[in-house]
């Protein structure tokens, strides 16, 4: 298997960016003082950190890409003419909230949350769903992301196969996946729905950041 492929941001140099080979990160960072630099596995990954903070990578180890570079050339980049969701809970169940970002910009188009007795797989259903309706209000073409398989399946079938059982702390959250259930079987959509290649992008743009 050859070498994989790195992507390496440098956030203070003689020329700041994303780059693609160790050469042009060098030539970027040589001679400069106090430069900040560090590679990443995914270009998703390199440009999350270039929006973000040096110090909040620093000294952390940066996940290696688990594909072979025949496997990331099939899967090709993300398509950012697009939204993208994904839902938080601190706990299964515990607080849960959901957003919607502009893949290429990272910029939030929609949030909702946290609410009490929340699970994951409700929290990006509820997301994917008002990703749905948000397009569909635009009047969007733009495909939507998921990171969540399971979210996915429950769109096509039109239901919440949720086990979490009702209780008065969680009223709120099954007043939203009731909403959500009606949106869907009362509303038609052409919005293609993707499957986010993690593995190869690095983390969803929507992500919270708490893994």
Known sequence: ????????????????????????????????????????????????????????????KTKTASLSKEQLLRIGTPNY?????????????????????????????????????GTNNIGEFLALVHGLAYLKQKKSERIIYTDSRTAMSWIRKKICNSKLKKTAKNKAVFEMVDRALHWLRNNEYNTKIVKWETKAWGEIPADFGRK
Do not use: H
Not at 25 to 49: L, N, R
């Open 1 to 60: 298997m050859g070498k994989k492929e790195k992507f390496y941001t440098v956030w203070k140099g003689k020329r700041p960016g994303i780059y693609t080979t160790w050469k042009d990160c060098k030539a970027a960072i040589s001679g400069y003082k106090g430069a900040q630099y560090k590679s990443f596995a995914s270009f998703a990954e390199a440009k999350k950190a270039y929006n973000g903070d040096y110090n909040d990578y620093k000294g952390k």
């Open 81 to 117: 003419n697009s939204i993208s969701v994904d839902a938080a809970s601190s706990g299964n169940p515990g607080i849960m909230e959901y957003r919607g970002v502009d893949t290429k910009t990272g910029k939030e188009l929609f949030k909702q949350g946290p609410f009490n007795e």
